[in-house]
């Protein structure tokens, strides 16, 4: 796919998007919530599996160079 495609894509997506104020509820507990060397354990063990279920090949690339781009938030 071009660039051009891709980008004219992406217009049509923002064209469609549809956001919906809502109010935020009370936040509740997590009783099963995890922390610190756990959590990092368990999100490790996770993408392991999502990556095995996929069929894909695991990457390799440093994570310097991992292929994402991140924008910043408009929210004051």
Do not use: N
Not at 24 to 45: C, F, I, K, Y
């Amino acid at each position: 796919m071009s660039r051009s495609q891709r980008e004219e894509r992406a217009r049509e997506r923002r064209r469609l998007a549809t956001l919906r104020k809502t109010r935020l509820q009370a936040a509740e507990d997590d009783p099963g919530s995890v922390h610190g060397s756990e959590a990092l354990s368990l999100v490790t063990r996770l993408t392991v599996e999502s990556w095995s279920l996929s069929g894909r090949e695991f990457p390799d690339y440093e994570r310097a160079v991992i292929p994402c781009r991140f924008v910043p938030s408009r929210v004051p």
